[in-house]
């Protein structure tokens, strides 16, 4: 298996600007071997597209590691776009993208991602076919893909727990850095499973609120990582494991929803040093893009639920695959996906290989 380190290079990257719109940014199609390159588009302040650039490369290889572990047909791709300074027309921003995507001839398919919502999407698809997120159809899925994002990240922490020796979160302390779309569904989750919560947001109104529904403790932005917990769940943005924070954490377990928790794949080496169960993110993450797979690729709302529902056996094949090579976690989820994506192997097949 390729335990390597280095980011693999993209099928292809395509430069988005159209000054009148204020579109700017780029689609990554990180791979198409498995089927359309599926991954959701970012609206995010970046000083430069050069860094846009970067994390569509990241997030992309992601969406491709994440749809092959998650039994999709489906490659990996990303949009990032530039949030415009001061004031923009938004349908006009997302009716150019969504021409963009046309253009690609369903290469790429696209859906929601951190800054974009489901009306964006709505105005994407007046340009093209090659979207998901849309509103759902009755007993179709579709929609936000929040809660099926939220409930795979709480499957896992079970998961992880288990790992542990603990037979449910109940009594766990979860600390949730990034109360958005995700991040509330899942506290409104943990809350109901009888976790104790201690949250932050960059917005506090998104603290405050979440403190008065669930009884969570609210704590600065900066002190979330500190905080005293068993398990830390980043469900705000990435990077926010580097060999910095690794120091400051508390917590057992990482879990969350955030696409690139780990700065770098040495830092999961670090959590792994410090006896810190990582659970890789895109393995975690995937009840999302399952359901807009679903809703694109015409599936059932019980097909979702249920592929949603085996996150924690597939968090937990990654994991026994990982002791069986006596490798971090998040080494043993990216060789198993390289794999996937080569046509080598199967997710069953190599655990029971290893
Ligand atoms: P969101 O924009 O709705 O929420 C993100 C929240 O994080 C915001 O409320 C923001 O204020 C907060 N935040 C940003 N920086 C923070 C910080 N340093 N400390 C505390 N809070 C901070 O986004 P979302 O849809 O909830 O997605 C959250 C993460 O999960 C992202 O990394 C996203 O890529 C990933 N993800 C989302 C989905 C999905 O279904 N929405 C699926 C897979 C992965």
Known sequence: MNFSTSPATPQSVHRLHDEASG???????????????A????LWRYDEVSAATRDAMRLAEGMAYKNALADL???????????????????????????AVAKLGGDYVTAEDVGTTVADMHTVSEHCPFVA?????????????????????????????????????????????????VGSHLCALLHEEGARLVVADMR??????????????????????SARCDIFAPCALGGVIDAKSV????????????????ATDEDG?????????????????????????????????????SRVRQTGARLGEVLDLACALAVPPHRAANALAR??????ATLPQAAGAA
């Open 23 to 37: 579109l700017d940014g780029v689609i990554v199609l990180h791979s198409t071997r498995l089927g359309p390159a």
């Open 39 to 42: 991954g959701g588009c970012r």
């Open 73 to 99: 047909p489906l490659g990996g791709g990303k949009a990032v776009l530039r949030l415009p300074e001061g004031q923009f027309d938004r349908q006009r921003l997302f009716a150019a993208f969504g021409r």
């Open 133 to 181: 997120g849309l509103e759902p159809k009755v007993g179709m899925p579709g929609g936000d893909p929040s809660p099926w994002t939220a409930l795979g990240t709480l499957l896992s922490m079970r998961e992880a727990a288990r790992r542990h020796g603990c037979s449910s979160l109940k009594g766990l302390t979860v600390a949730v850095q990034g109360l958005g779309n």
């Open 204 to 225: 506090a109104n998104f603290a405050d609120h979440v403190a008065a529904r669930f009884g969570a403790a609210v704590v600065a932005p900066d002190e979330i990582i």
């Open 247 to 262: 120091k400051l954490l508390r917590a057992r377990i990482v879990c969350g929803a955030a696409n690139n928790i780990l």
């Open 269 to 305: 080496d670090r959590l792994a040093d410090c006896g810190v169960l990582y659970a890789p993110d895109y393995v975690v993450n995937a009840g999302g893009i399952i359901n807009v797979a679903a809703e694109y690729l015409g599936w059932s709302a019980q097909e979702a639920e």
């Open 339 to 344: 794999e996937r994506i080569a046509g080598l």
